[in-house]
Every structure is written in C-alpha cells, then in structure tokens.
C-alpha cells in the first residue's frame, strides 16, 4: 500500500515536528479492518503523536483509545499501525492505550462521517439523542444513507460489530448498518 | 489499601465480567434469531473486553509475570471470586435475559459511582464500561417486559427464572473485606447505595413486565469468597481445557 507513496524516512533528516507531521501522514493510510472506508485518524482513536528525539533512533510515542472494550480490531490496528511506521523508516515505536477519557463518536472527524455515508453506513448523530438506559424509548431519527428517507426503522441495537446499530428503509426497503453514538 | 487487596478487588470486577461474557457467549450461533444472537454476542464482547481492562491491571498490580491470559486461563475455581448469579447456568432464553437484567442494572449503578474512584485506572476502566453497560441494560430491561407482559407462555417462564434466580442477587450487594477495604479508601463503591438504586430500577422493570417483586428471602452467597456452586467448575473446564493442555499456545 505504501509503494510509491512513501519513500523510507531517514529519520535523521528531519526535525521531530516535520516527523510527526509525516507520522500523521502515515497514519491517515492505516484503515479500521472492520470499516475500512475509514482510517484510524478519521475513527477519532489517535489521541496523541509525539515524536521524541532519542539516541539512536527517534521515538515515535503514540496514544490510542478503543472504541469498545471488547472490539477485536484494535490489536489489528495496533499491528498495522506499527507495520506501516516501520515500513517508513521508523524503528523505535511505542503504542500506548488510554482509556480516560472515554473514545466518543464525537472524535470522529466530519471527512469520516462523509465517508461512512458514501461507504452505505449512516454517520453517528451529531447530537446524542438515545444513549440512556431506559427501556422502549423513542428510536433515534437516522437517515438512509441510499435515499436519505428518515422513514425507517431500528431492526436491532447491535449490529455486525460492537459500534453498530441495524435499521431498515422504510421507503426504499434496503437495510443498512448506522454507527451509533457513543 | 494494601495492593493484595486493591489486587483482589480487581479481580473480582473482572471475574464477574469474563464469567458473564462466557455464558452469554454459549448463546452465539444459538439465539432464537439471528438478530438476538447477535445482540448477546455483542453484549458477551462487550464483557469480555472489560474482564481484559481489569485483569491487565491486576497483572500489572501483581508485578509477578502474570498477564491477562494467566489470570483467565490458569487460576482454579477457588480463586475465581466472581458473585453466584454470574455463573449460574443460561436455561431458557427467559432465565438469561433476566439474569443479564439484574447483572446490568448492578453494573450500572456500581460503574458510575467507580468513574469516581480514586484509583484512576479503575476510574477509566468503569468509565468506558458504563457507556456499553447502559446499553446492555436497556436490551435486557425490554426482553423482561417483553416476555413478563407478553403471553401466558412467556410470563410462566418468566415467573420461573425470577424463581430459580432471586436467591443470587442478593450476593452482589453484601460487601466481603476487599470490597469494604476499597470502599473505605474511595477506591471501591458504596454497596448499599448501588442496592438501593438496583431496588428502584427493578422495581420499576418488574412492575411494568407485570411480574411480582420478591420479599426478603435467603439468599446464597460464597462466590465472592472463591466458595463456588459446582456450575464453575464445568465453564472452568471448557475455557481453560486448551491452555491447560498446551501451554501458551497461540492463534
């Protein structure tokens, strides 16, 4: 993925701002393999870059946040992120994870939003609007994202993975996934 | 608060959570549709996730070589201390959705008061955890009115898993030494405040699902303590058979 698009950094060239811009760079390339339309920048779980001057090798000292507890894609992307650094010309890498504060939809960038929606999945609400515990409350108004109809309907609060919801089109009939708030 | 105690809390969090997950994972691929087996394979993840949260804690509280995966795999049933209710077996789908009920409604109530603990992974850990348990919760809470309210089937095998489980929710709330030493240094929760919100909101749910609330009965305790009923033993058994068998063997 990374032929040529990037040639191997020799880190010793380039300031630590100019590197953790290229870092950056780097990063917007890693996809979520659950949703890979988008990167782990857009998912909003990239919390923190530095690079840090150290002898012999600059550190590359990342902070990451899971979305869900349980989600099985993090390792994954933890892997892939290391891999496509190291593929870059860094050796000395560090992932940290945090988990306060918690990973909220609200993180994730508005190109990631638009991207979901091309991909056939309804973005997150900007405005949370369900995420109490009470039982049989009014279900959020999601738009289709093929006809953009707001006649539908929840199927299911889980989904094919830990951060989506199913709902059905009641116009065009079609099911599709929505990234619930979190 | 000594760090054996601080050890023994954390492992009791994740212990409830990993013990939960497993017997609401036994459902994947069984769930009455397809829909519903995916929602408690995602609850079960959810859980699992977080019994990962704890134990890498309590490995890094240990500072012994333990991990994770040592804490799961290779412990024996009585340094489990996870409560009786957990580990009861699913039964019919009435008996697991009203055990997950009265699981998520403690959890809630105790994550809430943890985001506060002065422990600040603790606090992070309940913090990301609330946000899934209340989702939980809700799912839960709907299937028990669903079913208590529903027809003369569904509301007999309700009646019959409020039976067979009553007697194990009362364990959640009696406070054994590890929790009372954390409660006292405003690491751990306060039980009685959690009991008395569990009681309003099951209240509440029981009434609308048109189901009676159980008095005060006897109530069967031990699980916090490693003092299991036999149930343990057999998930133990099945989790753990592979590690046990071929050491550190990996995907």
Redesign the interface.
Known sequence: MMDGQLKKINTAEFSTSELETAVWEILETVSDPEVPVLSVVDLGIIRKVAVIAEAPEVLVSLFIT?T?????AIDMMNIQIRMALLEAGFKNIRIDQ??????TTDWMSKKGKEKLKAYGIAPPHLQKTN???????DDEVIACPLCNSVHTRL????????CKA?YQCNDCKEPFDYFKC? | MNNISLTNYTLHLADNALIM?HRNSEWCGHGPVL??D??LS??A??????A??FYQYAASLQNNGSTEDSLAFLRDAIDFKNCLLVELPNGDWAQTVLRLFFFSTYQ?YLYQQLQNSKD??L???A???L??V??H???S??WV?RLGDGTGESKQRMLDALENTWSFTGEMFEACDYETEAALAGIGVDLIKVRNEWDEKIAS?LF?ATLPIHEDVWMQTGGKKGIHTEHLGFILAEMQFLQRAYPGAEW
């Open positions: 899971p869900y507890s349980g989600c099985p945090i988990l306060s504060p918690a990973w995420a109490s515990q009470d039982s049989f409350q199927v299911s609060q889980f989904g094919s993975t830990a199913l979190h | 997950g829909e519903q995916i929602a995602n609850i993840l959810d859980h699992i996730g977080q990962r949260n809630y600040p992974q606090a992070a850990i913090e990301k955890s946000k899934e209340t989702y919760l809700r799912w809470s709907e009115i749910v609308e």
